[in-house]
């Protein structure tokens, strides 16, 4: 990235004005994109509660033996 001094020194401001406009532009991304990072993450949280729900419900039913009682 080439930049046009016109012969002028680069001062203290320049370089903090450069650096506001490219953490303003970051900034602004991050808060577009928070909503969207959110939804997704607590899709993938509820999916995985799920299927830890599910895979513990069919290992139980696997392991839990069936009591048959007959009168004689």
Known sequence: MSVQTNGRRITRADLEAAFEKVVGEGEKTVERATPAAAVIAGAAV??????????GKRRGRKRSSVVEIRRI
């Open 46 to 55: 509820l999916v995985v509660v799920t299927l830890a729900f599910l895979a």
